[in-house]
C-alpha cells in the first residue's frame, strides 16, 4: 500500500532562515510526488512535482525538493523563508500512470515563521 | 491552468437535514472528479471518486448512503450529505485530474460545512 509520512507536526522558522519541511514515502514503482501549500480556509495549492530527471525540482514561491530514492525522501525547502509562507504543507504522492489514479496525501506540517 | 469551483463555499446547517455541494469544472470536461473530506488541523482523506454517467467508488469506510455523489456532466459533480449531524462538520473539497498523466490534479477552494 502506498503511504506518506511528515514526521513533524509542526516546524518553527525565523523569517531569513532556511527551511526544510520533511517527506518520506512508501510506495511500489516509481510515484509521482508532490508538495501542496494550504492557506486557512482555502484549498490546496500546487507547489511543486517529481516526475523524472533531475533530482533537485524547482516550484513556486521559491520553494524547491529534493528527490531521494535510496533514502525514499521527497524533502522541501526554500533557503530563506518569509512570514508569508507560514501555512500548512501536504507531501502527496501518485500512481505514475495515470493523472485520474489517487492521490495520497501525508499528514500535513504547519509551517511557521516568525518575524 | 484548469479553474475548478465550489458551491457554496460555506454552508451552516441544522441537524437532519440535507446539503447539497457542487464541483464544477470551468476549463475542460472531466469524466472523474474526486472528493475529499479535511477534519480541522488534519490530512485531506479521499472520500469517493466521482464517475460521470456510472456510479462513484468510495474508500473503505465511507457511507456511500450518507454522502450522495452524482456526476451527471462531463463539468459538474455534486455532493450530498443526507441527514447531517455535528460530526459531518468539514471541510469538503473536489479535485480534478490533470488533462495528461504528468499533470498534477486541480483541487476546488473547498466548501466549509457546519451542522449545528
Known amino acids: 500500500a502506498q503511504s506518506v509520512a511528515q514526521p513533524e507536526d509542526q516546524v518553527n522558522v525565523a523569517e531569513g532562515n532556511p527551511l526544510t519541511v520533511k517527506c518520506t514515502y512508501s510506495?511500489?514503482?516509481?510515484?509521482?510526488l508532490f508538495w501542496y501549500v494550504q492557506y486557512p480556509n482555502r484549498g490546496l495549492q500546487f507547489l511543486l512535482k517529481?516526475?523524472?530527471?533531475?533530482?533537485l525540482v524547482k516550484g513556486s514561491y521559491g520553494f524547491e525538493a529534493e528527490f531521494n530514492k535510496s533514502q525514499t525522501s521527497f524533502h522541501l525547502k526554500k533557503p530563506s523563508a518569509l512570514v508569508s509562507d507560514s501555512a500548512l504543507y501536504f507531501c502527496?504522492?501518485?500512481?505514475?500512470?495515470?493523472?485520474?489514479?489517487?492521490?495520497?496525501f501525508g499528514s500535513g506540517t504547519r509551517l511557521s515563521i516568525r518575524p | 491552468g484548469a479553474v475548478v469551483s465550489q458551491h457554496p463555499s460555506r454552508v451552516i446547517c441544522k441537524s437532519g437535514t440535507s446539503v447539497k455541494i457542487e464541483c464544477r469544472s470551468l476549463?475542460?470536461?472531466?469524466?472523474?472528479m474526486f472528493w475529499y473530506r479535511q477534519f480541522p488541523k488534519q490530512s485531506l482523506m479521499l472520500m469517493a471518486t466521482?464517475?460521470?454517467?456510472?456510479?462513484?467508488?468510495?474508500e473503505q469506510g465511507v457511507e456511500k448512503d450518507k454522502f450522495l455523489i452524482n456526476h451527471a456532466s462531463l463539468t459538474l459533480s455534486t455532493l450530498t450529505v443526507t441527514s447531517a449531524h455535528p460530526e459531518d462538520s468539514s471541510f469538503y473539497i473536489c479535485?480534478?485530474?490533470?488533462?495528461?498523466?504528468?499533470?498534477?490534479?486541480?483541487f476546488g477552494p473547498g466548501t466549509r460545512l457546519l451542522v449545528l
Open positions: 466521482s464517475n460521470e454517467g456510472s456510479k462513484a467508488t468510495y
Open positions: 517529481y516526475i523524472t530527471g533531475d533530482n
Open positions: 510506495v511500489s514503482g516509481n510515484p509521482y
Open positions: 502527496a504522492v501518485r500512481a505514475r500512470y495515470s493523472s485520474a489514479s489517487k492521490i495520497i
Open positions: 476549463d475542460f470536461q472531466a469524466t472523474t
Open positions: 479535485s480534478l485530474p490533470g488533462r495528461d498523466r504528468d499533470e498534477t490534479q486541480y
